[in-house]
């Protein structure tokens, strides 16, 4: 199957400092990718759908001044948390959808832990 | 809008059992629905999907899924479980046209006892 990768997987950082979060598909073009959040024992929250060469389309309630996306090129994809704070401590997990042919899922990458101090 | 729901937040069975996790859905037109499995701190991981065919889906792990349109549901199964397939289980939802992203349940907890 297709790949998707999360850079990084991990991330501890201090209240007030920009944590960038990077969404690449390995080996399929993506021209649409998605960001998910999820807290502790819960589901997967859809944050937003970021478009290669357009603006991202947040869902209702996520601040988009705070989670930047870019979709840089056909195969990444990036979520900045802007003055990070403890609230914004989660996992999330970029998704890239691949419909048609031969696969007809969405692939997720391993997701990225952050941990706001 | 698309919605799935997982009645269940947890499912406790005894190794060598069967297992079952169900999954109801909503969507307008005809459904793509998927499983997804989750161990602790990891992403997820692909079980088995239904797009169109027989209503039986078999997937990795010897997990199986029946589509059953006019209850609008998609249980996963496994005839006999193991201590390993302990882990969150995911089920979700998108519909069939357009690109439009899934949509997951809260997740059932599979806890397989020795």
């Known amino acids: 199957g297709a790949v998707v990768s999360q850079h990084p997987s991990r991330v501890i950082c201090k209240s007030g400092t920009s944590v960038k979060i990077e969404c690449r598909s390995l080996?399929?073009?993506?021209?649409?990718m998605f960001w998910y959040r999820q807290f502790p024992k819960q589901s997967l929250m859809l944050m937003a759908t970021?478009?290669?060469?357009?603006?991202?389309?947040?869902e209702q309630g996520v601040e988009k001044d705070k989670f930047l996306i870019n979709h840089a090129s056909l195969t990444l994809s990036t979520l900045t948390v802007t003055s990070a704070h403890p609230e914004d401590s989660s996992f999330y997990i970029c998704s890239a959808p691949h419909w048609g042919n031969s696969y007809n899922e969405q692939f997720f990458g391993p997701g990225t832990r952050l941990t706001v101090l | 809008a698309q919605s799935v729901a997982q009645p269940e937040d947890q499912v406790n069975v005894a190794e060598g059992n069967p297992l079952t996790v169900k999954c109801t859905y909503s969507v307008s037109g005809n459904p793509y629905l998927f499983w997804y499995v989750q161990y602790p701190n990891r992403g997820l991981q692909f079980l088995l999907k239904y797009i169109t065919g027989d209503n039986l889906v078999k997937g990795s792990y010897g997990f199986e899924a029946e589509f059953n349109k006019s209850q609008t549901s998609f249980h996963l199964k496994k005839p006999s479980a193991l201590v390993s397939d302990s882990a969150l289980y995911f089920c979700?939802?998108?519909?069939?046209?357009?690109?439009?992203?899934?949509?997951f349940g809260k997740g059932t907890r599979l806890s397989v006892i020795a």
């Open positions: 080996d399929f073009q993506a021209t649409t």
């Open positions: 970021s478009n290669e060469g357009s603006k991202a389309t947040y």
């Open positions: 979700a939802v998108r519909a069939l046209s357009g690109n439009t992203p899934l949509v």
